[in-house]
Structures are given as C-alpha cells and as structure tokens.
C-alpha cells in the first residue's frame, strides 16, 4: 500500500520559457517527491539528509538520527515505503548517500573519527577513507560527498570552509577554499567544480586552479530569495537550481537562475521546514545532471 500523501498543496512558479516545471525529491524533516505540476506524489515518514531516485525507480536515502537510526544511516525503498537495504552508522551522524556502479553504496560518518564508507548489500563495509576534518563539531565536518569518475571523492568540509578531494588512501590531492560554509560540492563536465555555501547565501564556482569564475548571491537577485544554499544542482540546460533551506511556509525554497543570473523557476509550498537537499528529475521521473 502507498503512503498517504497527507501534506498541503505546493505552488510552483514559472517565471519563463519551462512550460512544465520541475518533478523532484525533497529530503529534510519531510522526504518526498513532487511532480511537475507541484502535486506531491510520493512521501517517507523519515527525515533524511540526501537522497536519490535509482534507475530502478528506488529511493536511496541518508537518514536523519531516530531510535532505529541512533547514529543516522542509509535506506533504499520502494514507492511503497518498504525498506529493501540498510545500514547503520557507527557514530554521530550519516550525512552523505550514493549508489555506485558497482552495486556498493557510499556513505559518510560524522564524528570522532570522519570518514567515507563503501558498503557492499550485505552491510559489509569494503573500503574505508579517514577524512582530515576538524572534530570539535561533528555536525558541521561533512556534507554531500561524491565519488567521482578517476575514483577520488569530493568533500564539502563546512566548518573548515574547505572543499577537499581525497585519493582512496586518504590523502588530500586538491581543495579550494570557500567563502563559507560548503555544502554541496559538483565536480561539473569541463572539470570546474560548482559549490553551495549554505550561510552564506551563496553559490559559487571553481576551476580547476580553485580560483573562482562564477558566483550568484541575494545581491543578484530580487527580494534576496537564497535562505541557506545547502544543495545545489547544475541542471543540462547550464541554469543552477539552489536550495534555500531555512525558508518557510510560503516562501521560495527551490530556486532556479540562469548563468546570466535570471531567476526563471521557484518553488514554494506551506511546509514549515526547507529543503535540505534535492535531486531534480526529468519528466520521465530519472535523474537529471547532478
């Protein structure tokens, strides 16, 4: 049997040339799915930090600390809620969540000892990455950590203002600095790397120098909509779809600006709490560029 899909309506805005809008996942204190019209279509009883719709039409989920998750961790469900794989973190938090080619799945813990996980179906854990991240503040090490096509991982490190990519042994082969906190860390095509800076209320990106070449903030923007950039997406179309995750009931909290800075798509809803992070989707419900 499906969830009950038993939260209010949502308001989707088109403010050019997108006669359909965007369908997405949401994950945050709510987990769900809206589609291009902005009805929800699809809801988790779980909040959730990052979030993915497989191939295979799956939810692949990081899952916020509950009594079953004392220390977070990793889901895949069906649309009907029923949780095909799982496994727990060993320590403060889970934050981070990817499907690889392999059949593994990547996770990263927060705590004493931060680090990337690979774990095969079974829950065996395969490959183990230390993260060089201050410890004072589990909460603010990691976020949206990525495994990237050479193999290495890209790693927002938020308190440290720091984005880091490692090798598989742990040592750290390039970073750049951010202006604040990072959140979200894309590794783009042409190998710059496009980055969320929650607090901030700002994106930004990076070549592969770490020198800055493109930014967008509420300076650029009417009525200063950005609220907490946490996630970010580089859409095919090259426009940049940003989070503001602090917004509330009835404000913008997914926005969609071009490269010349044009806001062209919002979405809001009466949900009280934002957007922590999300996946936009094309029409056929599989994952657009992320």
């Known amino acids: 049997m499906l969830l009950l899909f038993s939260f209010s309506a949502l308001a ?27 009805k929800t279509t699809w809801t988790y009883p779980h909040g959730s930090r990052d979030g993915w719709v497989l191939e295979n039409g799956n939810i692949l989920l990081a899952l ?54 690979e774990v095969d179906r079974s829950g065996k854990i395969v490959v183990e990455v230390p993260l060089q991240a201050q410890t004072k503040d ?50 783009l095509p042409d190998g710059n790397t496009l980055i969320g800076c929650t607090l901030g209320n700002l994106v930004i990106e ?9 930014r967008v903030t509420n300076d650029d923007l009417p009525g200063k909509p950005i609220n907490d950039a946490c996630g970010v997406q580089r859409l095919s179309n090259g426009n940049t779809v940003i989070t503001s995750h602090h917004a509330k009931a009835g404000e913008i909290k997914l926005l969609e600006v071009t490269r010349d800075k044009k806001v062209v798509w919002t979405h809001k809803d009466s949900r009280n709490g934002g957007i922590h992070h999300f996946q936009i989707l094309d029409i056929s419900g599989r994952p657009a560029l992320r």
């Open 64 to 117: 916020n600390k509950s009594k079953a998750f004392p220390g977070g961790g990793v889901a895949e469900v069906d649309r009907a809620g029923k949780m095909l794989f799982s496994f727990k973190g060993t320590q403060s938090e889970v934050n981070t969540v990817q499907s690889l080619p392999d059949g593994r799945v990547l996770l990263t813990e927060a705590g004493p000892k931060p680090r990337i996980l």
């Open 138 to 187: 589990h909460h603010l090490q990691t976020r949206m950590t990525r495994k990237l096509a050479n193999g290495n991982y890209l790693v927002p490190q938020l308190l440290d203002k720091v984005v880091r990519e490692y090798d598989a042994t742990g040592k750290i082969i390039w970073e750049a600095k951010t202006p604040h906190w990072p959140f979200t860390a894309i590794r």
């Open 206 to 214: 990076v070549d592969s120098a770490a020198k800055e070449v493109w």
């Open 12 to 38: 989707t805005t088109l403010l050019a040339a997108d006669p359909i809008g965007h369908e997405f996942l949401a994950t945050g204190g709510e987990t769900f799915i809206v589609d291009a019209s902005g």
